[in-house]
């Protein structure tokens, strides 16, 4: 936690840009009857019942002193597809950096191993050597500042989303929205703050 902390507190350095990632799963639903627009004195009539058409995954990477995030969307979470959103990250939009930033969640996808799944071992090794990782402890993902974009981007999305290139336009433009005024996180949760507030998570030491 502190280590995660301690990155949050470090100022803005385009050579080794911060950025968090973070993933989720998403249903996509269809509808079984016409959605009946809103009349005089109705509004909108949904059907309850709706159809199933599988899961679709985002990534969400976002970096908060920039205003800035991006959300690719897959078929599934698996290490392939990981290695090749932190690819496209470090030759895309930080081709120049010397090194990113990485805070995400500690799954056992988001490792270098996983880029050695995916890619021959000297693409792996390249791609690997331009990563500074730090990872959110158990039950602490809420450290990770990608889920706030999470949490707004859901808001803004359709329940019912029934194909994946749905998905992915609604996700576009909600990013390209944000990114336009850059939208950031004020971010005031300190290690300091932490060594109080959470002061039952550290050890008892007996002097």
């Known amino acids: 936690m ?18 968090c990632l973070d993933e989720t799963s998403r249903q996509l ?25 599988g899961t679709a995954n985002l990534f969400m990477l976002f970096e908060p002193l920039a205003g800035w995030r991006h959300v690719p969307v897959t078929d599934r979470r698996t290490r392939q597809d990981w290695a090749r959103v932190v690819k496209e990250l470090l030759d895309g939009r930080y ?14 996808t988001h490792t270098p191993a996983s880029l050695y799944a995916t890619f021959p071992p000297a693409e792996a090794g390249r791609l690997a050597e331009r ?23 859901a808001r803004t999305l359709s329940e019912r989303l029934e ?25 005031q949760f300190t290690t300091a703050d932490a060594r109080i507030k959470l002061k039952r998570l550290y050890p008892t030491i007996e002097l």
Do not use: I
């Open 2 to 19: 502190e280590d995660v902390l301690a990155v949050y507190q470090r100022p803005y350095d385009p050579r080794r840009p911060v950025v």
């Open 29 to 53: 639903l269809g509808e079984t009857r016409a959605v009946l627009p809103p009349s005089a004195g109705q509004p909108t009539r949904q059907d309850y019942e709706y159809q199933r058409h």
């Open 95 to 108: 081709a120049d950096a010397e090194k990113v930033v990485l805070v995400q969640d500690n799954l056992n």
């Open 131 to 153: 990563l500074e990782l730090h990872y959110t402890p158990k039950h602490g993902s809420w450290l990770n500042m990608a889920e706030v974009e999470f949490s707004a981007l």
């Open 163 to 187: 194909r994946r290139e749905q998905l992915e336009w609604a996700a576009t433009a909600w990013s390209e929205r944000r990114n336009q005024v850059q939208v950031g996180v004020n971010w």
